[in-house]
């Protein structure tokens, strides 16, 4: 052998000797080998219902991750206010359902402040009364289509939640459902919902937009009261009533489309809407509560140029006498008046101005149908066409009013355009 071999094993002999035996496992104070800490059940019971088996048909688990493990069939307990076995328990982080289990009890995960996420099975058909309210760590949460009922206050205080999509199946969202959820950007109501409860949305200070289906007949009161970012609604023609404080303290609101199937607007249904300057009521209503709109519910004070527009004789223009608000009549005759021209090619056409148009559009008649070509802002009451090829142009000028396109009488309206 290598007599340089040799010797350099020789010296690391000595070296090993000298140190003394190293701990198991370790070379310099490293580890050379890793355990996994082992995960272990740190609680677990019941929470079934007590009519099921004594509660014994539902079982939890709880672990040292934080995972907390609902397991069994049949529902669960319903508990009253701080009963359930994990209440306000911050150790935990994530929920596990699985699949057997087919209600969310009331109050059964109330206040788990720490919890991020949550699995729910296709099993699970309601959740309950307060189930998840004060989960403010919660950011997000799929509700399978299995569920048809979502309680009042279920998520209410969930200030970390950012969208919801509620399933179609669903039939109504319960009152405080989605009180308080600071965060909450958007939300999908599918068409199977009929009502919005009491407080529904309130204070959803980050809610920039809603789209209310035509399945839904009625909006409680508060139901979108402080949602401070919504800046447009459109109510489908559904509703008949807007309740009491509906979208009181929307501030940042600009419009709002109320429908002809609208009969009563409760009292400071639209008050401290402070960026809403006009508003059109249509004849359907009959009543419309104690300042309803345009006041400041707070100072009492009434913006400067709020404008009602409606009809003569309704309740329109009986609040707008009442409370000192401007008033504009419309007319029952909602399409213009036009007169028309042609010169070089071209045709140019002007009508009148109709009361609470909101825009106006030019349509052409083509292979058997109207197409809008060009659309107009409602201070614009002429349009001169671009050089057309010889022809014969059927057109019509229509105005939106209350969000909708008149087309009423549209065949007797149309007028012909010749281009020689």
Known sequence: MNKKIISGLAALAVVFAGAGALPAG??????????????????????????????????????????????????????????????????????IIYNGVTSIGEYAFFGCRSLESITIPDSVTSIDDWAFAGCRSLESITIPDSVMSIGDDAFQYCTSLSSITIPDGVTSVGSYAFLNCTSLVSVTIPDSVTSIGSYAFSTCKSLASVTIP?????????????????????????????????????????????????????????????HLVSIIIPKSVMHIGKKALGYNEFNNKKPDGFTIKGYKGTAAETYASKNGFNFVSLSDNK??????????????????PVPGAEKYGIALYQSGSWRVKVQLPANVTSYTSPKLKSGVYTIVVCAKINGKWDTSNIAKRAFRIIIK
Do not use: H
Request: glycine fraction near 8%; charge should be negative; charged fraction near 25%.
């Open 26 to 95: 370790t070379f310099e104070g490293f580890s050379l080998t890793a355990s996994a800490e082992k995960v272990e059940i740190v609680d677990s019971g019941y929470c079934g219902n007590e009519n099921e088996n004594e509660g014994k048909n539902v079982t939890w688990t709880l672990d040292s991750e934080g995972t907390l493990a609902i397991d069994g069939t049949g529902d669960m307990e319903n508990y009253s206010f701080g009963r359930s076995p994990w209440y306000f328990d911050s150790k935990i982080k994530q929920i």
């Open 214 to 274: 035509d399945s839904v007949t009625s909006i409680g009161d508060r139901a979108f009261t402080w949602c401070t970012s919504l800046t447009s609604v459109t109510i489908p023609s559904s509703v008949t009533k807007i309740d009491d404080y509906a979208f009181c303290s929307c501030t940042s609101l600009e419009s709002i489309t109320i429908p002809d199937s609208v009969t009563s607007i409760g009292k400071y249904a639209f008050s401290d809407c402070t």
């Open 335 to 352: 399409y213009p008046n036009v007169k028309s021209e042609v010169k070089d090619g071209r045709f140019r056409i002007k009508w009148k």
